[in-house]
Structures are given as structure tokens and as C-alpha cells.
T-cell receptor, first 115, second 115 residues
Framework: NAGVTQTPKFQVLKTGQSMTLQCAQD?????MYWYRQDPGMGLRLIYY???????DKGEVPNGYNVSRLNKREFSLRLESAAPSQTSVYFC??????????????FGDGTRLSIL | AQSVTQLGSHVSVSEGALVLLRCNYS??????LFWYVQYPNQGLQLLLK??????LVKGINGFEAEFKKSETSFHLTKPSAHMSDAAEYFC?????????????FGTGTRLTIIP
């Protein structure tokens, strides 16, 4: 059972370089999410996609773009990386059910360093 | 706006002692609450989730949490700590009733187990 798969697991970039983080889920979930995790700040939502074909900004969207390629895949792009974007990035997915407490399922993360 | 507060960024307990991790929430609607655990270099795993069916929720690995509306709390407990419980724990609240809405995470509590 793969669940949520993120690639790559580690990456080092130079300031100004671009990069796309990949995420795929095999649980047929409608909703997908990108978070960043920084020490002492918990997880903060960057972007999310409620369903295929839709994307919306979260708390910290500046400097990022996303693409919901199909129901399975949701990618996060850094167009011009900055040191402030050094973080651990997590992708998650969840089912959509009204008035039901469905949890989000997380990948193992991408550890990104910007020099 | 819904939010969660986790009291204590670091908690240390002796092996075999009671574990108590605190979470308070603010919510204008009946909340959807979760506890997640993160082991080193891994993603977040669901420990337990609150459903309106019961105020005492049992999760994996012997953890449980009690929902107290009067105190707006959802504290996580385990009667006897084990070395394998060393991890970071996150409380989270979902922002609305409508299925796929965004989670707001607390800043996390790192649990250390003393042999």
C-alpha cells in the first residue's frame, strides 16, 4: 500500500533555481494538500486542491505554484528558490465526505535546502 | 477562525509514567479534531480523531484523548510511556463541517522518554 508518495526525498538548490516537487496518491482521494514544516511552527498550508481541476491558496502561498495534473497527482513548483523556502514539504490527501471526520494522509516529506 | 494551542513544545516523561499532551482549540462550530504523530524523518500518522459519537476516543499505540467542550480541550494521554513513544505530536482542527476543508495544526509537542 503506497498511500501518498513524494519525490524527491531530499534536494539541495541554489538561490534562484527552480524545482518541482511531485506528489501522487493511490487512494482515489478527491482533495490534496501541500504543507511546509518549519521548527516551532507546526505545519502550514501552502496550497490545496479540493478536487481535480481546482486549486486554492493556503496560508503561505507566496513563491509557490501548484498543478493538479489529474486526480492522483498534485505538484508544487518553486519558480525562483529563496533561502526562506528551506523547509520540509509534505503532501497530503483526503476523502471528501460532508459532516464526516475524514483524516488527511501524509507522504514522508521532501527535505529541501536552498543555499 | 479556528485554531489550536498546544501547551509545552517539549515534554519529558519517564518510561512507564503517564503521558499527558495538552491541546486547546477555538471553534465557532462543533470541531473536527485530530492527533497526529511524527517519528523522526517521517511523515505524519493519524493517532486518533474525534467523532461526536464519544467524548473519549481511543487511538493506536495505547493513546486516547478526551473531548471536553466546557474546557475546549482535547488532551492526549497514555497511561504508561514506552521508549517507542518518543516523537513529535500534533493536534489539528478542521475548519468547517463540509468535508474537505483545511486543517489548522498546532505547533507540536516533542515527547522525550527518559529510560
Amino acid at each position: 500500500n503506497a498511500g501518498v508518495t513524494q519525490t524527491p526525498k531530499f534536494q539541495v538548490l541554489k538561490t534562484g533555481q527552480s524545482m518541482t516537487l511531485q506528489c501522487a496518491q493511490d487512494m482515489n482521494h478527491n482533495s490534496m494538500y501541500w504543507y511546509r514544516q518549519d521548527p516551532g511552527m507546526g505545519l502550514r498550508l501552502i496550497y490545496y486542491s479540493a478536487s481535480e481541476g481546482t486549486t486554492d491558496k493556503g496560508e503561505v502561498p507566496n513563491g509557490y505554484n501548484v498543478s493538479r495534473l489529474n486526480k492522483r497527482e498534485f505538484s508544487l513548483r518553486l519558480e525562483s528558490a529563496a533561502p526562506s523556502q528551506t523547509s520540509v514539504y509534505f503532501c497530503a490527501s483526503s476523502e471528501v465526505q460532508l459532516y464526516s471526520n475524514q483524516p488527511q494522509h501524509f507522504g514522508d516529506g521532501t527535505r529541501l535546502s536552498i543555499l | 477562525a479556528q485554531s489550536v494551542t498546544q501547551l509545552g513544545s517539549h515534554v519529558s516523561v519517564s518510561e512507564g509514567a503517564l503521558v499527558l499532551l495538552r491541546c486547546n482549540y477555538s471553534s465557532s462550530v462543533p470541531p473536527y479534531l485530530f492527533w497526529y504523530v511524527q517519528y523522526p524523518n517521517q511523515g505524519l500518522q493519524l493517532l486518533l480523531k474525534y467523532t461526536s459519537a464519544a467524548t473519549l476516543v481511543k487511538g493506536i499505540n495505547g493513546f486516547e484523548a478526551e473531548f471536553k467542550k466546557s474546557e475546549t480541550s482535547f488532551h492526549l494521554t497514555k497511561p504508561s510511556a514506552h521508549m517507542s513513544d518518543a516523537a513529535e505530536y500534533f493536534c489539528a482542527v478542521r475548519r468547517s463541517n463540509f468535508g474537505n476543508e483545511k486543517l489548522t495544526f498546532g505547533t507540536g509537542t516533542r515527547l522525550t522518554i527518559i529510560p
